[in-house]
């Protein structure tokens, strides 16, 4: 089993910065890619990045609509923790932002959640 916790989000007004963290605990061994998905009221749950760790490198992978300005990156020492680092962000990022990790065996894990509003 995999827990994930999510810290960082909060309110920040159009043009500004937000940077989100996720610690994962327990079989951490078994976590193949890690990601991030948001959940705006209304709508679906979908991607907006996604984190996998090869031999000698990382491969990150982006929702269009965040391209250029969120950028995934993944704690080099401890493997355990991803961040996301959300720039330039507009109004329309306003959601609840999970962090997901999926195993070698393709189990699903999802943390609880963390708001994050965009509004002046």
């Known amino acids: 089993q995999v827990q994930l916790v999510e810290s960082g989000g909060g309110l920040v007004q159009p043009g500004g910065s937000l940077r989100l963290s996720c610690a994962a605990s327990?079989?951490?061994?078994?976590?193949?890619?890690m990601g991030w998905y948001r959940q705006a009221p209304g709508k679906e749950r979908e991607l907006v990045a996604t984190?996998?760790?090869?031999?000698?490198?990382?491969?990150?992978?982006y929702a269009d609509s965040v391209k250029g300005r969120f950028t995934i990156s993944r704690d080099q020492n401890a493997k355990n923790t991803v961040y996301l680092q959300m720039n330039s962000l507009k109004p329309e990022d306003t959601a609840v932002y999970y962090c997901?990790?999926?195993?070698?065996?393709?189990?699903?894990?999802w943390g609880q959640g963390t708001q994050v509003t965009v509004s002046s």
């Open positions: 997901n990790a999926v195993s070698y065996v393709y189990s699903n894990y």
């Open positions: 327990g079989s951490i061994y078994s976590i193949k890619s």
């Open positions: 984190i996998s760790s090869g031999v000698s490198t990382n491969y990150a992978d």
